[in-house]
């Protein structure tokens, strides 16, 4: 019952789409968050996205296109007639703002920016030379903002002023005379205060805030790791620029971790906020064709190796057998270790500076569950495998064929284990993102590895060379 409620304002909205119906439309949208406006923006053909914005207005638009994929902000701002666009761009947050300009066309931006007010073209031009994903292109600099010399009373008069412009008011921070971050003060200790106490008596340290140009993610996982509401962004002199978030922590984790994601399946190119039912095949088929094609040819190494040895399996047709499951498992264990030190290293524990230690600590788990492995496949071979076949084909015996598949897997969960976790290090020493050496392309590298490893010890051990 509760969840046919919850759909009655969608499906009024939709009737009312579907038969333009602009009261009715405008009535249903007023119950609808503008998450889901947005949501169900997307899915909309041309005529019924323009009946939608031009019947809820600029007001309410404004939170419903900075909601949307950056694909689609254009063509939304599109719908709108310039008295209605200044509307929009001006109800938009400083760095809502900031983001329209960088998604849209050069065309646009021009167009745009003079539709702007006098301080939010200054505003946009100064965050607009930050890049885009830097602290300074996400922050926003409507904060509540006092200063040290100021007392409890005057900071509350300037709040009360500012409580519009200002996007938080969950921590006010205090600068000195010259715009300089000082401190850091709860709107509940300026309220339990007496008037006359000041500001800089009450206020608190403010020992975590983020440079400017600091990448976005680092910025996210300070407010993560310090759980912080508002983190407070400066320039390199420490002049209280704005402030980032948690929602834009939220934000910007979750494009990091669908950009990660897409790379750790082989999925290059432009990284869309679109959802994947409105991604048109033309765009899925270039963001995945180049590694395709570059992973086959990685995969031809592997059918030489196969042909290189070709000679050994006809000597002992039985090796076939344990070859996948060799190979595997240096996939399986090489890619464990590259998501262990990817998520390390995404949370800053730590560096290319410790590749010798990670080394060191990878090729003993490495070689513990190659041990482990090994020695399990060998009991299966030795004790199980003469119960379900009549001999090994060949002029070794069960004991032999143990041994030899034993070391072979030993050996390549070891080496497979201390690559993976290099292989990120690597990367990221060389300014490449570590998310793209793993995956495929760890698999890949390890299947062939693992080839070579598995006939070269089972050729020396049962002397098939």
Do not use: C
């Amino acid at each position: 019952m509760a969840d046919e409620l919850e759909q009655d304002p969608l499906e009024e909205l939709l009737r009312a789409l579907d038969a333009a119906d602009g009261s009715a439309l405008l009535a249903a949208a007023g119950d609808i968050h503008y998450a889901d406006l947005a949501a169900l923006y997307e899915n909309l053909d041309d005529e019924k996205r323009d009946l939608l914005l031009k019947t809820i207005g600029p007001e309410m638009a404004t939170d419903v296109i900075a909601e949307l994929p950056d694909t689609l902000i254009e063509d939304a701002l599109n719908h709108f007639k310039p008295a209605q666009l200044r509307v929009l761009l001006g109800n938009l947050s400083d760095d809502d703002r900031v983001d329209v300009f960088q998604v849209v066309s050069e065309e646009a931006q021009v167009r745009f920016f003079s539709l702007l007010g006098p301080r939010d073209k200054e505003l946009t031009r100064s965050l607009l030379k930050y890049g885009e994903d830097t602290a300074g292109g996400r922050m926003t600099t409507r904060i509540g903002r006092i200063t040290a010399d100021m007392t409890v009373k005057q900071a509350i008069n300037v709040l009360k002023r500012d409580r519009e412009d200002a996007e938080s008011l969950a921590r006010i921070f205090v600068v000195d005379e010259l715009g300089r971050l000082a401190g850091k003060i709860r709107l509940r200790d300026l309220a339990f205060s007496t008037w006359d106490t000041p500001v800089r008596d009450i206020m608190e340290e403010a020992d975590e805030f983020i440079l400017a140009t600091a990448d976005q993610e680092e910025a996210a996982r300070t407010l993560s790791k310090y759980d912080l509401v508002v983190l407070p962004v400066v320039d390199e002199f420490h002049h209280l620029l704005g402030v980032l978030t948690y929602d834009d922590a939220l934000e910007i984790l979750q494009e990091e971790s669908t950009e990660d994601i897409e790379k750790l399946a082989a999925i290059g190119g432009d990284q869309s906020e679109i959802s994947y039912l409105n991604t048109s095949v033309a765009l899925q088929y270039r963001r995945r064709v180049i590694w395709l094609i570059g992973l086959a040819f990685v995969s031809i190494a592997s059918g030489y190796v196969m042909f290189r040895f070709s000679e050994t399996l006809e000597k002992a047709f039985v090796l076939s057998l344990f070859l996948p499951m060799v190979v595997a498992a240096g996939g399986n264990s090489g890619g464990q270790a590259a998501t262990m030190v990817i998520r390390a290293m995404a949370l800053g524990e730590i560096s290319a500076g410790n590749a010798l230690r990670i080394a060191w600590k990878e090729a003993r788990t490495g070689l513990f569950l190659g041990l482990s492995l090994g020695i399990a496949i060998a009991a299966f071979i030795a004790l199980i495998l003469p119960h379900l076949q009549n001999g090994t084909g060949a002029e070794f015996g069960f004991m032999h064929l143990a041994a030899a598949v034993a070391t072979a897997i030993t050996v390549q969960v070891l080496s497979a284990t201390v690559l993976g976790a290099l292989l990120p290090i690597g990367a990221r020493a060389i300014n490449l993102d570590p998310a793209v050496v793993s995956s495929p392309s760890l698999a890949s590298t390890v299947d062939v590895s693992g080839m070579l490893i598995y006939f070269s010890t089972a050729g020396a051990i049962l002397h098939l060379h």
